[in-house]
């Protein structure tokens, strides 16, 4: 497709040694590739996991990306610092916006940036529920963590739409509070409404309103790139370019009226930028830390294992994100092992989302994959004889030589490996 500049990747799905023939073709072309991670959980209460953070820079390298970029959010939670099980969201899932979180953040991202080879820029996400007892804005967090930090911002103007349907936000005021001298690049993208919570999809059209949230944007400043997100259900060709057609008639509107609002803003004097207040000086961020692990848990608990709802948050919005989180774990799981929906047929799904309301996901979505398998093989699952002998096959040539597990069950089931490793 002519007239791309340049692509992003979701960091985790690249290996570097072995990258992919596309993409070694756009890079043949001069065609720039920024690793977008996903996995970092800059957001969360521990310091940034150094194995992850190597692990980007590694791909940075290897694609020759001039910077890489990450989300504030958090993505796992538990674990040491609060005594209890580890457990993973698989999803981004909003930090709080108080003191705590931010001081929080600013050294974790201070930590990623000094191990990382190019420059980090953080993304603003999407959320369908809000903290309570939040002390600042979204505008106003991102724009001392800036300030604090020197990190640059990837600003996605769908993100701002959601937050606008999902939590009354106004775009444009979180627009007047960000340091748009500190924008890296823009994201666009699709979603849809679904009893009146907006999720963002990536894999639906961009709508008119998002659509303007980019030519308010582009009133203000000049985004130095542009990027339309699209993970799955992509269109054809034409369709797609008349996509990107639109991104660019929002742009070139935005630009057409950025000279008035200069003016305007001129005139009237700067507005909605708080003074930045300085972290702790010398002082120990662990009691901090232990505080935002101890709500971060307790909130991921409520929404993957079933515990009651922290206080003050809205149960019907907590119903929604947990069905959402579940949802997103069968589809993940149904791609990283394609295998299962085929072997389970029109049962996967449904046995998959029960399997969830029991196990919170605890490691990755392939671990998450073999926890499933061996899951309903050890309750004679499936129910036909051909397909319980295929998903034990296959759980059998993926778990490896020891299978982790504690129950009984599963010593049997190593019996059975046993034997049909002699056949």
């Known amino acids: 497709m002519p007239g791309i500049d340049w692509v992003e990747v979701v960091a985790e799905n690249v290996c570097p040694g072995h990258l992919p023939e596309s993409l070694m073709r756009l890079r043949g072309r001069g065609v720039t590739v920024v690793p977008h991670g996903v996995s970092l959980g800059l957001g969360g209460a521990e310091r940034p996991d150094a194995e992850r953070l190597a692990a980007l820079a590694e791909r940075a390298t290897a694609l020759g990306a001039p910077l890489v970029t990450e989300h504030i959010a958090f993505v796992r939670a538990g674990g040491a610092p609060t005594a209890s099980p580890r457990l993973e969201a698989g999803h981004l899932l909003p930090v709080p916006r108080t003191r705590d979180a931010l001081d929080v953040l600013c050294e974790n991202v201070r930590i990623a940036q ?43 103007v769908a993100n701002l739409h959601t937050n606008h349907v999902n939590r009354g936000e106004d775009p444009a005021e979180a627009l007047a509070e960000l340091p748009l001298e500190a924008l890296a690049y823009v994201h666009v993208a699709g979603g849809v409404e679904r009893d009146g919570v907006w999720h963002d999809s990536h894999a639906h059209p961009v709508l008119r309103p998002v659509l303007d949230i980019l030519t308010d944007l582009a009133s203000r400043v000049s985004p130095p790139g542009v990027l339309l997100e699209r993970d799955e259900n992509f269109p054809e060709p034409a369709e797609l370019e008349g996509e990107l057609a639109a991104i660019r008639d929002a742009l070139e509107k935005g630009a057409s009226g950025k000279g008035a609002r200069e003016r305007v803003e001129v005139a009237a004097g700067a507005a909605g930028a708080p003074a930045a207040r300085p972290g702790p000086e010398g002082g120990s961020l662990e009691p901090a830390r232990q505080r935002l692990a101890l709500a971060q848990t307790a909130l991921l608990s409520a929404l993957v294992a079933g515990t009651p709802v922290p206080e003050g948050f809205d149960r019907v919005r907590m119903g929604v994100q947990a069905r959402a989180l579940a949802a997103k774990r069968a589809d993940v799981v149904a791609k990283v092992a394609p295998e299962l929906p085929v072997i389970l047929g029109a049962e996967y799904r449904a046995a998959f989302l029960a399997y969830a309301q029991e196990q919170p996901m605890g490691g990755g979505y392939r671990r998450d994959a073999l926890d499933f398998a061996e899951h309903l093989l050890q309750a004679g699952r499936p129910g036909e004889a051909r397909a319980r002998r295929e998903l034990r096959e296959w759980w059998l040539e993926r778990s490896g030589p020891r299978p982790r597990s504690r129950r009984p069950a599963v010593r049997l089931a190593r019996a059975t490996r046993r034997v049909l490793l002699r056949r």
């Open 114 to 156: 000094d191990a990382l080879p190019v420059p980090l820029a953080v993304e603003n996400i999407a959320a369908l529920l809000s903290w309570p007892g939040e002390e600042m804005t979204e505008g106003q967090f991102l724009y001392e963590l800036a300030d604090r930090t020197g990190v640059r911002l990837l600003v996605d």
